[in-house]
C-alpha cells in the first residue's frame, strides 16, 4: 500500500511518517519536496497525486497560523478550502479514502457541553470559516473520508503553546496566561497513533476503505484552560528537568488583557463519543498525554 502525507515538515505529517509506516510506503511531500506539493497553489496538486498513485491520502498541511489568517484571507482559503477540496477530487478519481484533520474552530465557542460531530458550527474567524470550507468540499466530493476534528494541538516539533511556553518559563520571572477559554490539550503524537488505529480497522483487501465516512472529534480527554495548561507544563516541567524550580510564575488574566487579530472560542471542548463507538479508540487524558510528552523530550 502506497500513503501519500500531504504537509511533510509539519509537527502532524512527522508523526504520522512514523505511525503510517507499518502499511507500506509512506510519501511524504510539501513544498519544499521533490516532487513539491503547495496548497498555496491549488492548480498543481492534482497532477502531484497523479503522478503518486496512492492508496490512501492523508492530509495533514494546512494554514494554522490563526491571527496572521485575518490579514491574509486569500492564502488561507487556498490552503485550507481548495486545496482539500482537490484533493477529495483525486481521491474520488483514484477510487481511493482520505484522511483529512480540521478543527474546533468550526464552531462558535459559546457552549458549555462537548461540541457533538453534527452540532451547529458557526466558526468566528477567517481560519475556522477556511477549515470549515474545506470539510464541506471533501463531504460533497463523493470520496470515502474521515474528517478528524482536533484542538489545542501540541509537541516536541514545530510552533505550538507548550513549546512557546518552556521557553517563556525559561526566559522569564512571570508568565500571563488566559483563564477564561477551556478547551483539551492534544499531543500530537496521540493524533498519529489513533489515525494508525483508525486505518488498520478500515483494512479491506490490503488497502483501507473508510466506509464510515464521516466527522469524527479526536483530541485527549478532560478539559482545562490555557492557564490551567501552562501550570500543568511547568510543574511537569520542572519534574522531569526541563525547567528549574526557578522557572516563571504563571498568573491567570481574562481575554480582555490578552486581545489578538482572530477571536478565539470560549469553549472548545469537543464529544468524543463518536469516535469510541466507531473505532474502539479511548484517548488518554490530557495530562497524561502531557506527561508522556514532556517524558520523551526529556529524554532526547
Not at 160 to 187: H, Y
Not at 201 to 227: E, K, N
Not at 273 to 287: D, Q, S
Amino acid at each position: 500500500m502506497k500513503v501519500l502525507i500531504v504537509g511533510r515538515a509539519g509537527q502532524l505529517a512527522w508523526e504520522l511518517r512514523r505511525t503510517l509506516a507499518c502499511f507500506g510506503e509512506v510519501v511524504a511531500l510539501d513544498r519544499h519536496s521533490e516532487p513539491a506539493i503547495d496548497l498555496a497553489e491549488p492548480g498543481a496538486v492534482a497532477a502531484v497525486v497523479r503522478a503518486v498513485r496512492p492508496d490512501l491520502i492523508v492530509n495533514a498541511a494546512a494554514y494554522t497560523a490563526v491571527d496572521r489568517a485575518e490579514q491574509e484571507p486569500e492564502l488561507v482559503w487556498k490552503a485550507n478550502a481548495e486545496a482539500p477540496a482537490l484533493l477529495a477530487a483525486e481521491a474520488a478519481r483514484l477510487g481511493v479514502g482520505l484522511i483529512h484533520y480540521s478543527t474546533d474552530y468550526v464552531f462558535p465557542g459559546d457552549g458549555a457541553v462537548p461540541y457533538r460531530e453534527d452540532d451547529p458550527v458557526g466558526p468566528q474567524n477567517v481560519y475556522g470559516r477556511s477549515k470549515l470550507a474545506g470539510e464541506q468540499a471533501i463531504a460533497a466530493s463523493g470520496a470515502t473520508h474521515v474528517i478528524l476534528r482536533t484542538a489545542w494541538v501540541y509537541g516536541v516539533r514545530g510552533q505550538n503553546f507548550m513549546k512557546t511556553m518552556l521557553r517563556l518559563m525559561a526566559e522569564r520571572e512571570l508568565v500571563r496566561v488566559i483563564d477564561d477559554q477551556l478547551g483539551a490539550p492534544t499531543w500530537v503524537r496521540m493524533i498519529a497513533e489513533a489515525t494508525a488505529i483508525l486505518v488498520a480497522q478500515s483494512m479491506r483487501s490490503g488497502v483501507p476503505d473508510l466506509a464510515d465516512s464521516g466527522i469524527y472529534h479526536l483530541t485527549c480527554s478532560g478539559q482545562t484552560s490555557w492557564y490551567g495548561f501552562a501550570c500543568a507544563i511547568r510543574e511537569r516541567a520542572v519534574a522531569a528537568g526541563l525547567l528549574p524550580g526557578t522557572a516563571a510564575r504563571v498568573e491567570a488574566i481574562p481575554t480582555s488583557e490578552y486581545p489578538t487579530p482572530a477571536k478565539r472560542p470560549a469553549y472548545s471542548v469537543l464529544d468524543l463519543g463518536k469516535l469510541e463507538e466507531r473505532f474502539g479508540i479511548v484517548p488518554p487524558g490530557w495530562e497524561q498525554a502531557l506527561e508522556l510528552c514532556l517524558a520523551d523530550l526529556a529524554g532526547r
